[in-house]
């Protein structure tokens, strides 16, 4: 087994021998992008030769995103061109989808069954419980591959026996995040197939907590925008979305995940009524060393001044929002609709916790579920690339000041309180 982590560098990140200097290369390219809805808007039509994005609705999210990306942090030449050429192709692949969809009407009266949605923290184990229930064919998830490209363009179809691109592109984009961010995969692995949140589909409408995340890992402007919105239109698009995903490679019930569905239950329940929802729950202390190590690792590709006490603050307070919405709007669920899934309990029985929700959702859980799930476990065993240790002191916060800060949270769900 691996040696634990430590990663001593998050204030002033050691970079790879050679990165700085791609840095100074790629910053005139990084300094001409035109981070307005309007120059986007063009580019996309223009290199996809469609101009038809379909419902309205995602305008709003576009601006607010861009203006967020000009206005909030300074970002690093790889942060610029990340974050415009990740709303680029968010309008790229919308135009694809909805040139689609005029194709082939028939997508929008797919029917969907109930799905199934893990509702947690990041760091409270929905990533590993989302990648179990992804690995029976009972369900349908998102591969990371399909997610960065839910629709391929008509030009770029493989010959019948040829690969899909996709895969060499998403791995392509892995190996490269993995020259820089080595230790990354200790904290969230990422596999070309692996079980990928829909935040990449709810991107399309730009109405995603997904947004937060681009430039330095925090993006205030569009924070404050997306806690004002009703979510409600954006999840009847991640609704269109998984029809059209259902008609190009099936599956019979999807498996959704995301951080945000904690503070959505509303809008959940109004596009998807007959929905399983399994509310994972772990120490929230815990979880902002673990995520705030991640999201402050992850940033010195865009960030062009790493501040981890910034990030710290920012997201201690981003969950405790998170937090005291899912306790007031918990009793929302149908008794017979959602399971609370504790982490210490769950990390100690698995395939028992994955069990309790398919018993839940009405599926059965069959051989071939328990085999795909042991498959996935003892090819994923926890810790493989080692485990990395984590210090609220790299974020100047307290952990008894967070412990009673979050004792709203504590007294309410028996989590067990973590050192």
Known sequence: MPEDIRIDDLAEPRFPEGFQEGLQALAPVADALVFEPQAL????????QLDDFGPDGWQDGLEVALKGLREDH?????????????????????????????????????????????????????????????????????????????VLPESEKPAPGEPDPRLAQAAEGLA?????????????????DHTHEEIHLLGLDFGTMFFENMGIGALPTYRDYYLQEDQTPHYRYLRRMLQVLTWLRGGARWVLKSPQHLEQFGPLMQVFPDATFAVTHRDPVSTIASFATM??????????????????????????????????????????????????????????????????????????????????????PRGRYGRVRYDLADFGLDARELRERF????????VRLES
């Open 41 to 48: 808007i063009d580019q996309a039509i223009a290199e996809t």
């Open 74 to 150: 300074p970002l690093s030449p790889t942060g610029k061109l990340a974050s415009h050429g990740g709303c680029l192709s968010f309008l790229k692949n919308r135009l694809h989808v909805e040139a689609l969809i005029r194709r082939e009407p028939s997508i929008l009266e797919v029917e969907l069954a109930p799905p199934v949605v893990i509702a947690g923290l990041p760091r409270s184990g929905t990533t590993h419980l989302h990648n179990l229930l992804g690995a029976a064919p009972v369900f349908r998830s998102l591969p990371w591959w399909e997610a960065l490209v839910p």
């Open 176 to 192: 490269q995040r993995d020259s820089v961010l080595p230790h990354f995969n200790a904290m969230h692995e990422m596999t070309v």
């Open 295 to 380: 999201i402050t690792y992850s940033s010195r590709m865009s960030t062009a001044s790493p501040d981890p006490a910034y990030m710290g603050r920012y997201w201690a307070e981003r969950i405790e929002t998170m937090l005291r919405t899912t306790t007031a709007q918990r009793d929302q669920l149908p008794e017979g609709q959602a399971i609370d899934v504790l982490f210490h309990a769950y990390m100690g029985e698995e395939v028992g916790t994955v069990r309790s929700i398919y018993e839940l959702a009405g599926v059965e859980f069959g051989e071939d579920s328990q085999r795909a799930i042991e498959e996935y476990q003892e090819s994923h």
């Open 407 to 414: 004792r709203f949270y504590t007294d309410r769900f028996p």
